[in-house]
Structure formats: structure tokens, C-alpha cells
């Protein structure tokens, strides 16, 4: 906006005392509004999933609309997360820096990998900081299993010496089981893994014990066969 400002002045030099003046005010209006979108608050607070249009809107706290994703299938994919108590989105800080990050392991547009889904993260001005694809080759009882694997769900975990958080990925095999919680630091760098042979449905995380340390908690079933 300021730049635009400057591009107007050179432009249109102020030539003579009436043309000073519509000049004036119109500088006046143009300032008015660059240091009213400078001053907006920018920082996301909540969402909004619009299954109509397929679009999830980010807000913030004045209920102001920031910018929105574009996201195929959004309401099944609600629909499909909430029957196993897992979130799709969410906005929270997890760096630390005061400012929100929106996460999301909705179908954005442009992101899928042929059928794997990736954890998303954006920062308030709708920047990637995070785009994490789930591959891993692996070998069991001379068993062939496809490297994809695909994001179903997530949860936050707080880091209390730095505030920080952590996300857990439930990354379930595309073929077959087995499935794996991925641990992410703020950064989206894998900082650990853990295997299951079965289905996981969810993974979340609680302090159980009162300690001030929260537990992982993961649900889901076993592979028998």
C-alpha cells in the first residue's frame, strides 16, 4: 500500500492549488488505509469449514477473514476424522513466537501426492513452514508393502521447557498395515517414530499422571493374521 502511495505522488505531482487539494485529501485517504491494514490484527484465531464452497476461511478474533485453502472433499473428511474423535485442522503456536500456525491434513489443493497426504502447516500470512510427506521402505517375514503412507489424523504435543509444541502424525500404511506415529519438532523435523502392526485410528496426548508431562495415548487394533 505505502509503495502505491509513492507510485501516486511521482505520477501525479501536485500542479496547482485546487489540484493540492484533491491531492491532499486523496493522500489523506490512501494513508488512512495503509495504516489500517498495517494495524489489523493478522494473527489467525479460529477457522470456519465452508463444505459448500470447499474452502476452509481463517479468522481472526474479530472475526475478520484473513485468506482461506482450497480442499477437496472436506465435509467427508470431517465427517471421517470425527468418527474416530480426531481432528482435521487447527490453529495454535507452535513456536513460540506469539503468532498461530494453522495445521491441516485436509486435500488442500495442489498438495496431494498421487493418494499421500501431507501434514500442512502455515504461519499467519499463509507462508508453508511445514509440508511433511510420509515415505518409508520397509521389510517384514519377506512381505512386499508399499513405502507410501498417508496422513489420518494428528494431535499437539506441549514442550514445557520451551513451549514449543510437537506434532504426532498417525501415518497409516496405503496397502496394508502396518501403521507409525511420527514425532515432529516446531520445525517439522522427524524426531522419532513408532511402529504398529495393525490399524491406528487416533493418537492424542494427556498427562495422565499429574506430573506436568503429558503421555502419548494412541487407540486403534492389532494385526492377528
Given at each position: 500500500m ?15 492549488v485546487?489540484?493540492?487539494v484533491?491531492s491532499?485529501s486523496l ?9 489500517g491494514d498495517?494495524?489489523q490484527?493478522k494473527n489467525?484465531?479460529?477457522?470456519l469449514?465452508n ?7 481463517i479468522?481472526n478474533?474479530?472475526?475478520v477473514?484473513?485468506w482461506?485453502l ?22 495454535t ?5 506469539n ?7 485436509a486435500d488442500?489443493?495442489g498438495?496431494r501426492?498421487?493418494i ?16 511433511h510427506y510420509f515415505t ?5 517375514l519377506?512381505?512386499?508393502y508399499?513405502p507410501?503412507f ?5 494431535a499437539?504435543l506441549q514442550?514445557?521447557e ?9 501415518a497409516v ?5 502396518p ?10 523435523k522427524?524426531?522419532?517414530k513408532?511402529?504398529h502392526?495393525?490399524?491406528i ?5 494427556l498427562d495422565l499422571?499429574h506430573?506436568?508431562k503429558?503421555e ?6 492389532n494385526?492377528?493374521q
Amino acid at each position: 500500500m505505502l509503495q502505491k502511495i509513492q507510485y501516486y505522488l511521482i505520477r501525479y505531482p501536485v500542479r496547482t492549488v485546487s489540484a493540492g487539494v484533491a491531492s491532499t485529501s486523496l493522500f489523506a485517504s490512501l494513508v488512512f488505509f495503509a495504516m489500517g491494514d498495517l494495524l489489523q490484527d493478522k494473527n489467525p484465531a479460529f477457522f470456519l469449514e465452508n463444505y459448500k464452497e470447499n474452502t476452509i476461511e481463517i479468522y481472526n478474533k474479530k472475526y475478520v477473514k484473513l485468506w482461506q485453502l482450497v480442499a477437496s472433499d472436506l465435509e467427508q473428511q470431517s465427517i471421517a476424522n470425527a468418527t474416530y474423535g480426531s481432528k482435521m485442522s487447527v490453529i495454535t503456536d507452535i513456536n513460540a513466537d506469539n503468532k498461530n500456525e494453522f495445521l491441516t491434513m485436509a486435500d488442500v489443493l495442489g498438495e496431494r501426492k498421487e493418494i499421500q497426504q501431507p501434514i500442512l502447516v502455515y504461519d499467519f500470512k499463509q507462508n508453508i513452514l511445514i509440508r511433511h510427506y510420509f515415505t518409508q521402505d520397509f521389510n517384514y517375514l519377506a512381505r512386499v508393502y508399499t513405502p507410501r503412507f498417508t496422513c489420518a489424523n494428528f494431535a499437539l504435543l506441549q514442550k514445557s521447557e520451551t513451549g514449543t509444541k510437537e506434532i504426532l502424525v498417525n501415518a497409516v500404511n496405503m496397502g496394508r498395515s502396518p501403521a507409525f506415529i511420527a514425532r515432529l519438532d516446531h520445525e517439522g523435523k522427524e524426531i522419532g517414530k513408532y511402529w504398529h502392526f495393525g490399524s491406528i485410528h487416533g493418537v492424542d496426548s494427556l498427562d495422565l499422571n499429574h506430573d506436568g508431562k503429558s503421555e502419548i495415548i494412541v487407540w486403534g487394533k492389532n494385526d492377528t493374521q
